[in-house]
């Protein structure tokens, strides 16, 4: 059973940057296509990032556009979220996650993903 933990999230001010890393055990990482969603309290959770199997594609959502990147190293089974110039209104639960083995990515809806990380919290202060 493929199975992701992340990490990296914690509290930030406005403008400051952290990167969230995720490790994907249970299955290789090669042919899964990854991606980054988050979800604050009273919303749905949406898809903020995603990434085909080697890093083609690279999908941000328009909110984050310029600010985040996804990027894998398939060798070490890790996904890693770049986040810059970080905003109060990107506070939420982030988590990593996995589509369908062998599915085309960018996955850019979250029903689409299959396999979910535990969360880490990330909160901006203004």
């Known amino acids: 059973q493929v199975q992701l933990v992340e990490s990296g999230g914690g509290l930030v001010q406005a403008g400051g940057s952290l990167r969230l890393s995720c490790v994907v055990s249970?299955?290789?990482?090669?042919?899964?296509?990854m991606g980054w969603l988050r979800q604050a309290p009273g919303e749905e959770r949406e898809v903020v990032a995603g990434?085909?199997?080697?890093?083609?594609?690279?999908y941000s959502a328009d909110s984050v556009k310029g600010r985040f990147t996804i990027s894998r190293d398939n060798a070490k089974n890790m996904v890693y979220l770049q986040m810059n110039n970080l905003l109060p209104e990107d506070t939420a639960i982030y988590y990593c996650?996995?589509?369908?083995?062998?599915?085309?990515?960018?996955?850019?809806?979250?029903?689409?993903?299959?396999?979910w990380g535990q969360g880490t919290q990330v909160t901006v202060s203004s």
């Open positions: 996650a996995a589509g369908r083995r062998l599915a085309w990515g960018p996955l850019r809806r979250s029903y689409e993903y299959e396999y």
């Open positions: 249970g299955g290789s990482v090669s042919n899964y296509p």
């Open positions: 990434i085909n199997w080697n890093g083609g594609s690279p």
